[in-house]
Structures are given as structure tokens and as C-alpha cells.
């Protein structure tokens, strides 16, 4: 079975702090993705990644960069974490199949 | 840009209802429209899609789809309280760029015993 891994998956930040989400996959997917999941709001794509060091920007990239070092994984970065990036983000890739999310509290 | 809204928001039905879910899009030229599934505290989770007009049935669920008015459905017969979750609607099309899926706000269903 296709499997797609978070880490963290519950993280608590001060504002201002920096924030590294990590994602893992084993089907050697070239495409990954980030979403994010607000109430009210639905899922709505920060970035894509088409391969190693070949990333690009989804609709809401504001506030956020990734790297993709291997194509195995996928790291979203958030440098000086807002209030406003509290939420769910989920890593996802082609179909699309989702990883179980991580949950980010920035107080 | 794509825009896909949902409605209704929120439904409460009894078990046993048949359940209708609504998705609109506003690009003509989509080609895929999937339905997800998402259980409290859990990652969405591919329930049905469809390409082409009209239906497709799986079990008790059908996928509706009138891509001329813009709009696809799920309907979902004899429903469970194990039905209860979250449903969202999805559309891709090319000017939605490669694979890239564009998601609905969401339906909360809620199936009472």
C-alpha cells in the first residue's frame, strides 16, 4: 500500500519562530504537494514539487518555501511563523493521496 | 481562475435517507471531478470521480456529473451513521496546471441513528 508520512504531527510554535514540516513517501512519486485545511476554507495548494529542486508556487505560497532534496521527501518551511498559518497541512501526492496531516498552533 | 463552492454547508439526515451533495465549477473546460471523504481528525480520502457526463454508481454511492450547467453531484443511498464526515468536492483542468486539484469548502454530513 502507497504511504505517505508526516512529521510532526501535532507542533506548537511561538510567532516568530521558525517551523519545518517534514513529508515522506515510498512510491517514488516525482509530483508531491502541500495543501493546508481551514474551516470553512477547504484545501487550498501552497506549493508542488515536480521533482528534486523543481518547485512551484500553488495558490497560496505567501509565508512559506519547501525543499526537495530527495524525491522521497518533501519539507514545508516556514520562516517567522504567523498567528494566520495556524492549521492542518497535508502532504499529499498524485491521486491525490494525503499523509495524516499535522496540526500547527502558532500562539 | 477555477472556483468550485459546495452546498449545502451542513445536512443532518436519519440513517436510512438517501443523501444528495452539490458541487459547482466555474471553468468549462475541467475534465476530472472526484469526490473525497474525511473523517473527524483524519486525511481526506478518495471516495468516487468520474471524466465524463453522467453517472457512475459504486455500491450506495453515485456520482452525478452536468459538466454543461457546471455542476456535479454525490448522492449516497441507505445512508450510515458511519457515513458522518466531511465531503469535499475537487475539479481539475488545465488551467488548473498539472494534477493540480482545486477543492470546495467542504459539506459537513451528519447521519443520526
Known amino acids: 500500500d502507497m504511504k505517505v508520512t508526516q512529521m510532526p504531527r501535532y507542533l506548537i510554535k511561538r510567532m516568530g519562530e521558525n517551523v519545518l514540516l517534514e513529508c515522506g513517501q515510498d512510491m517514488s512519486h516525482e509530483t508531491m504537494y502541500w495543501y493546508r485545511q481551514d474551516p470553512g476554507l477547504g484545501l487550498q495548494l501552497i506549493y508542488i514539487s515536480y521533482d528534486v529542486d523543481s518547485n512551484s508556487e500553488g495558490d497560496i505560497p505567501k509565508g512559506y518555501r519547501v525543499s526537495r532534496k530527495k524525491r522521497e521527501h518533501f519539507s514545508l518551511i516556514l520562516d517567522s511563523a504567523k498567528t494566520n498559518q495556524t492549521s492542518v497541512y497535508f502532504c499529499?501526492?498524485?491521486?491525490?493521496?494525503f499523509g495524516p496531516g499535522t496540526r500547527l498552533t502558532v500562539l | 481562475q477555477q472556483k468550485v463552492q459546495q452546498s449545502p454547508e451542513s445536512l443532518i439526515v436519519p440513517e436510512g435517507a438517501m443523501t444528495s451533495l452539490n458541487c459547482t465549477f466555474s471553468?468549462?473546460?475541467?475534465?476530472?471531478f472526484a469526490w473525497y471523504r474525511q473523517h473527524s481528525g483524519k486525511a481526506p480520502k478518495a471516495l468516487m470521480s468520474?471524466?465524463?457526463?453522467g453517472e457512475k454508481e459504486e455500491g450506495r454511492f453515485t456520482i452525478h456529473l452536468n459538466k454543461a450547467s457546471l455542476h456535479f453531484s454525490l448522492h449516497i443511498r441507505d445512508s450510515q451513521p458511519s457515513d458522518s464526515a466531511l465531503y469535499l468536492c475537487?475539479?481539475?483542468?488545465?488551467?488548473?496546471?498539472?494534477?493540480?486539484?482545486?477543492f470546495g469548502s467542504g459539506t459537513q454530513l451528519t447521519v443520526m441513528p
Open positions: 499529499a501526492t498524485p491521486g491525490p493521496y
Open positions: 471553468d468549462s473546460a475541467s475534465q476530472y
Open positions: 468520474i471524466f465524463s457526463n
Open positions: 475537487a475539479v481539475s483542468s488545465a488551467s488548473s496546471g498539472s494534477w493540480q486539484l482545486i
